[in-house]
């Protein structure tokens, strides 16, 4: 069974940077799509970043221009950088992939921003 784990979570100040990093097992990594979710309290989970097997990325609008995505097949490994960090990036960013017919997620890591 697939399996990721999601780390990098933190409190940081507004316009400040984290990396959120989730490494995969259990799958042939470097033929999926990746992607990061995030959901607030009270607030529907939201797509933020995809990117897939030839690495084109997909951003939402609220995140371009501040987030990027990569992948480490190497490391089955996705990161989203993440810069210029605003109060409501706050979130639980969870890591996702579809194989087959089943979605997978992460855990979920948590980053708060915040003065």
């Known amino acids: 069974q697939v399996q990721l784990v999601e780390s990098g979570g933190a409190l940081v100040q507004p316009g400040g940077s984290l ?3 989730c490494v995969a ?8 799509t990746m992607s ?4 607030a309290p009270g607030s529907q989970r939201e797509l933020v970043a995809s990117i897939n097997s ?9 995140v371009k221009g501040r987030f ?3 992948r ?3 490391k089955n490994t996705v990161y989203l950088q993440m810069n210029s960090l605003k109060p409501e990036d706050t979130a639980v960013y969870y890591c996702n992939t579809q194989v087959g017919r ?6 979920g890591t948590q980053v708060t921003v915040s003065s």
């Open 102 to 107: 089943s979605d997978y997620w992460g855990q």
């Open 36 to 39: 990061w979710y995030r959901q």
């Open 25 to 32: 097992s259990r799958m042939l990594f470097s033929i999926y």
């Open 72 to 74: 480490d097949n190497a």
């Open 54 to 62: 030839g690495s084109r990325t997909f951003y939402v609008d609220s």
């Open 68 to 70: 990027t995505i990569s």
């Open 19 to 21: 990396r959120l990093s």
